[in-house]
């Protein structure tokens, strides 16, 4: 059971993540994708490209066996050194205690609050991780984003 990162085909990762989130992503999406043995188990993806930051999003199977560290710093490798992002963001709703744990977990602060926001009515919660608080990157490849050319994609 070789779990490898995978970031080739979006179209079919992004589809993935859709079917397990159920929802539909921005046309800007991309993707990082997790398997098993050739299989997605977990897909991470990014859209709502902006100036300053991206949207984030994890689909995955269910339980934990899929988290680990290397995923995790491929993640954060790529918003805050590949795109030079200082932030991302995420949204999630105030049922899903699951992911809220996620985001904790991977160092991300309770921002604010979309009440009613939810798609069946409940409260979106919002969390960010700023490049300077992310404990997955060593701070010796954390330089000034001016340094980077911030927000490429």
């Known amino acids: 059971m070789t779990r490898a990162l995978r970031y080739h085909g979006p179209e079919e990762m992004i589809a993935w993540a859709e079917a397990v989130i159920g929802c539909q992503f921005r046309p800007d999406a991309r993707a990082i994708g ?3 043995s ?3 188990i977990a897909v991470v993806v990014f859209d709502t490209f902006g100036p ?3 949207m984030v999003s994890v689909a995955a199977e269910q339980g934990r066996a899929w988290l680990n560290r290397a995923f995790i710093a491929a ?3 790529y918003v805050f050194l590949q795109c030079a992002f ?3 963001t995420c949204t ?3 049922n899903n205690a ?3 744990r996620f985001c904790e977990h991977f160092g991300c602060s309770l921002e604010g609050r979309k009440r009613g926001a939810g798609p069946n009515g409940e409260d979106m919660l919002i969390y960010g991780l700023l490049r300077r608080e992310c404990a997955w990157i060593p701070k010796t490849l954390m330089v000034p984003s001016r340094q980077l ?3 490429t994609v």
Do not use: H, N, Y
């Open 38 to 40: 050739g299989a997605l």
């Open 149 to 151: 050319g911030q927000g």
């Open 52 to 54: 300053m930051e991206c």
């Open 92 to 94: 999630i709703s105030d």
């Open 86 to 88: 200082p932030r991302i």
């Open 34 to 36: 997790l398997t098993r």
């Open 98 to 100: 699951a992911s809220k």
């Open 75 to 77: 993640v954060a490798s």
